[in-house]
Antibody, heavy 118, light 106 residues
Framework: QVQLKESGPGLVQPSQTLSLTCTVSGFSLTSYNVHWIRQPPGKGLEWMGRMRYNGDTSYNSPLKSRLSISRDTSKNQVFLKMNSLQTDDTGTYYC????????????WGQGTLVTVSS | DTVLIQSPALAVSPGERVSISCRASEGVNSYMHWYQQKPGQQPKLLIYKASNLASGVPARFSGSGSGTDFTLTIDPVEADDTATYFCQQSWNDPRTFGGGTKLELK
């Protein structure tokens, strides 16, 4: 079955770089898009960016200068790197998969909580 | 970006019918989707493309609307439906979410 699982450090210092990994199973990264979505504590959801099945990426404009998404298809992993972290980057980070570029997210990882604090 | 506006909270009694609205700042055709999120859990897709029930979702949930105004209806509401409900559009880039409606049961 389709599964996604996020991993990474729970605590990041301000101004440092966040590195997260999404490990997927049950599907191929060369067939489906994987997205990153985040959620500050007690708040709404923000789409961050996506790795398309063909290797192309796209990012939400406010994050574009700080964000990079890449992948290793041999390891079934998608990576998120975001630099210059601030306290308002604190939140739960999810990786998700849509249905053939449909635009809605059927499959979600459990999420990983990232706290930005010194 | 397309802004999606939802009422912050609703309170209903079990067995009643509840409608949760989502208004878009610009047209999104029928590309509006609904999610349920319980505390400490990831969102769960309920409705896609305005009115299509996602796999495994009870028929008590339904969706309607097109253009800029959309509604998620739960009828009848059950105690387990206590959660926050988010709308999300995928017609315009970037994909955006509403602020969420917290549903509480009386």
């Amino acid at each position: 079955q389709v599964q996604l699982k996020e991993s990474g450090p729970g605590l990041v210092q301000p101004s440092q770089t966040l590195s997260l990994t999404c490990t997927v199973s049950g599907f191929s990264l060369t067939s489906y898009n994987v997205h990153w979505i985040r959620q500050p504590p007690g708040k709404g959801l923000e789409w961050m960016g996506r790795m398309r099945y063909n290797g192309d990426t796209s990012y939400n404009s406010p994050l574009k200068s700080r964000l990079s998404i890449s992948r290793d298809t041999s390891k079934n992993q998608v990576f998120l790197k975001m630099n210059s972290l601030q306290t308002d980057d604190t939140g739960t980070y999810y990786c998700t998969r849509d249905v053939s570029g449909s635009g809605w997210f059927v499959y979600w990882g459990q999420g990983t909580l990232v706290t930005v604090s010194s | 970006d397309t802004v999606l506006i939802q009422s912050p909270a609703l309170a209903v009694s079990p067995g009643e019918r509840v409608s949760i609205s989502c208004r878009a700042s610009e047209g999104v055709n029928s590309y509006m989707h609904w999610y349920q999120q319980k505390p400490g859990q990831q969102p769960k897709l309920l409705i896609y493309k305005a009115s299509n029930l996602a796999s495994g979702v009870p028929a008590r949930f339904s969706g309607s609307g097109s253009g800029t105004d959309f509604t998620l209806t739960i009828d009848p509401v059950e105690a387990d439906d206590t959660a926050t409900y988010f709308c999300q559009q995928s017609w315009n880039d970037p994909r955006t979410f509403g602020g969420g409606t917290k549903l509480e049961l009386k």
